[in-house]
């Protein structure tokens, strides 16, 4: 009875797993640099309150989106998939991946030579780019926790 009660337990952290290491991400990619801002304005007395889209208009989302790409790439090559299907998955996300860090050094390039800078742009698409990594990372994640319970039974 106590290993079966150890094994349900083994099996629900497994299935929250993928949502942990998603919210350290983000938390880490998203919420740490706005936090860290809001910080440094409060402590320089400085009237800057910047919103998530100001702080992030320069395309930097899409470096945030090549890490969640990266992390979930190495967990994809990890499992126990065939090989053409950890292929197929690893190239989806480094092509949105790749996609997505291309807005930032994109953006930034343009507003370092002063050319044609759009920061209305940036933000857009980062922010779209951004969501249909994390979409891709989530289900990747949701799909390996799922084919692990499958294969521990």
Known sequence: MV?????????DWAAAKWLLWIGL????GILAPWVMTRAWAHQHNSKVKPRLRELFQHGELGLVSLLLAISV????????????????GSVFLAATGVMAGNVWIESYCRQSTSSNFHPERAWRDSRNLA??????????????????????Q
């Not at 290993?3 to 099996?11: D, G, H, K, V, W």
């Not at 090559?77 to 053409?84: D, G, I, N």
């Open 25 to 28: 991400y983000l938390g880490l």
């Open 131 to 152: 969501l249909l990594v994390f979409s891709l990372a989530m289900v990747t994640e949701v799909l390996l926790d799922r084919f692990a319970k499958v294969v521990a």
């Open 3 to 11: 290993a079966s009660n150890r094994m349900i337990l083994i099996a």
């Open 73 to 88: 790439i190495w967990d994809l090559q990890k499992s126990q998939y065939m090989p053409y299907t950890i292929a197929l």
